[in-house]
C-alpha cells in the first residue's frame, strides 16, 4: 500500500526541540522530493519545507528558516523535521507530502505538535 | 494573510455547479501553469483533486475541473453532491522567498 505516516508529534514548552518523522511505503521513495505542510488549529494550510530526492536542495518558509531543518534518509525511507526554539504559533498538525508534478499528490495523516507552557 | 485570495465560503444546490477563485499576482498564479486544488474533510489529510491549473489525478471524479486567466484560477465543481462538502484550498508554485503557497481555503456547503 503507498502510504506515508508521520510520527514524533506532541506537547513541548516554547523554546523547546522536536523531532517528527514520516515513514514512506509503497513507492520509491528516493525519487520524489517531499514536503512538509501544516495546519494551525481552524486555520488553512501553509507549505513549511521541502527537501530534493537526493537532499541537496532544501527551502524553508521565512517564519522557520534558522529554527527547522528538514532531512531525508533514502535508505530508510524516511523524512525528518528537526524543530528547534519552538513558538506557541509552530502549534499545528504537521503533514508530509509528496512532490510530484508541481503538486502534493499524497498525504499522510498527519501528527499534532502544540507548543504551551 | 494568505498570500492566494480565496472566498471563505461557497454554497450550492445538490446537482447545481459552484466556482471557486484563487486570486495571486504574476509572481505565482499569473506566472506558473503549477496551480493545484486539494479538498479537505474535517479531520483528514488534504487530498489532490487538480493539478497543473486543469489536470485531473487518476480516480478524481470529472466533476471537478480547473482553469485560470490572468492572475486567477478557478475550481469548478459540477453536479454537486453531499460527499463535496469540505474545505478547499489552491496552492501556487511562487518565485518568492518561499516556493509554495496556499490559499486561505473555502468552505463548501451543498445546501
Known amino acids: 500500500e503507498v502510504q506515508l505516516v508521520e510520527s514524533g508529534g506532541g506537547l513541548v514548552q516554547p523554546g523547546g526541540s522536536l523531532r517528527l518523522s514520516c515513514a514512506a511505503s509503497g513507492f520509491t521513495f528516493s525519487t520524489y522530493w517531499m514536503n512538509w505542510v501544516r495546519q494551525a488549529p481552524g486555520k488553512g494550510l501553509e507549505w513549511v519545507a521541502n527537501?530534493?530526492?537526493?537532499?541537496?536542495?532544501?527551502y524553508y518558509v521565512d517564519s522557520v528558516k534558522g529554527r527547522f531543518t528538514i532531512s531525508r534518509d533514502n535508505a530508510k525511507r524516511s523524512l525528518y523535521l528537526q524543530m528547534n526554539s519552538l513558538r506557541a504559533e509552530d502549534t499545528a498538525v504537521y503533514y508530509c507530502?509528496?512532490?510530484?508534478?508541481?503538486?502534493?499528490?499524497?498525504w499522510g495523516q498527519g501528527t499534532m505538535v502544540t507548543v504551551s507552557s | 494573510q494568505s498570500a492566494l485570495t480565496q472566498p471563505a465560503s461557497v454554497s450550492g444546490s445538490p446537482g447545481q455547479s459552484i466556482t471557486i477563485s484563487c486570486t495571486g499576482t504574476?509572481?505565482?498564479?499569473?506566472?506558473?501553469?503549477?496551480v493545484s486544488w486539494y479538498q479537505q474533510h474535517p479531520g483528514k489529510a488534504p487530498k489532490l483533486v487538480i493539478y497543473?491549473?486543469?489536470n485531473r489525478p487518476s480516480g478524481v471524479s470529472n466533476r471537478f475541473s480547473g482553469s485560470k486567466s490572468g492572475n486567477t484560477a478557478s475550481l469548478t465543481i459540477s453536479g454537486l453532491q453531499a460527499e463535496d462538502e469540505a474545505d478547499y484550498y489552491c496552492?501556487?508554485?511562487?518565485?518568492?522567498?518561499?516556493?509554495?503557497?496556499f490559499g486561505g481555503g473555502t468552505k463548501l456547503t451543498v445546501l
Open positions: 527537501i530534493k530526492e537526493d537532499g541537496s536542495e532544501k
Open positions: 496552492s501556487s508554485y511562487t518565485s518568492n522567498s518561499t516556493p509554495w503557497v
Open positions: 497543473g491549473v486543469s
Open positions: 504574476t509572481s505565482d498564479v499569473g506566472g506558473y501553469n503549477y
Open positions: 507530502a509528496r512532490g510530484w508534478t508541481s503538486a502534493f499528490d499524497m
